[in-house]
């Protein structure tokens, strides 16, 4: 790839240090360590290796779901976010290409009817959904007949989903197979409705630092480190994203 032009750094690390957004709420792509707190996970080293080849200090500003790391974008507090990239979001954000694909579906209770992802869009059933995240923004585009049930993040929507014995459950393919187990007799229907691009983004404006975060991520794929990373964080369910 091209070496970083002056302008590029100055509009990715504006304050001398490069802050990146995360998502606390995607648990495939980021975690806490449970002994110091400390955050890892695929998008911490990704955003760690880009600080690298900057050539500055990486600054970790995370957030409890990917709605709320998106509404932050126009505030100035992070440089480059890690999240999925939606048409709604790209209004205040120039997004890369995909870095991974997440494949989402819906997990449906014992004895329900539903059989296939199409036959979710129907009247009276309701889809149990974590709010803002980016396959809820999916769904809002594209059901014609079934009602959205939004939760702040995926442990309310799985409760949601049981409590108020809801039709369906959206989620990451991942995530819905640790539910499946959870409540007996659920069941995961086949294929998805969509897979969620997770790319990285800047705030709009910044056009050279941007260029040089599409290069980075082309790069970071063609080289093998996001498949390297993939498995150095033992993570299953995700898929290297193919080149744009």
């Not at 396959?135 to 949601?160: I, W």
Request: aromatic letters at 6%.
């Amino acid at each position: 790839m091209t070496e970083i032009s002056s302008a590029a750094r100055a509009e990715l690390a504006p304050t001398g240090k490069l802050r990146i957004g995360i998502n606390f709420g995607n648990f495939l792509l980021t975690a806490k360590d449970p002994a110091t707190g400390e955050p890892r996970g695929i998008a911490v080293d990704l955003g760690r290796e880009l600080g690298r080849r900057l050539g500055v200090r990486v600054e970790i500003v995370g957030y409890p779901s990917p709605g709320d790391l998106a509404d932050a974008a126009k505030t100035g507090v992070w440089d480059v976010g890690f999240l999925g990239a939606e048409p709604q979001r790209a209004n205040e954000i120039d997004f890369t290409a995909a870095y991974v694909e997440i494949e989402a579906t819906y997990l449906v209770p014992q004895g329900s009817p539903l059989k296939t992802i199409a036959e979710v869009d129907r009247k009276g059933v309701r889809v149990a959904v974590p709010g803002k995240s980016a396959y809820d923004l999916y769904l809002t585009r594209s059901l014609q007949h079934a009602e959205l049930v939004r939760e702040q993040g995926a442990d309310n929507a799985f409760k949601r989903f049981v409590t108020d014995h809801l039709e369906a459950l959206a989620g990451l393919k991942p995530r819905l197979v640790t539910d499946c187990e959870n409540l007996p007799g659920s069941r995961i229907l086949d294929g998805r409705f969509t897979a969620v691009q997770q790319a990285a983004g800047t705030p709009k404006g910044r056009s050279a630092g941007a260029r040089y975060l599409r290069e980075f991520i082309e790069d970071i794929k063609a080289t093998g480190l996001v498949a390297r990373t993939i498995e150095k964080n033992g993570v299953r369910g995700l898929s290297v994203a193919p080149k744009a």
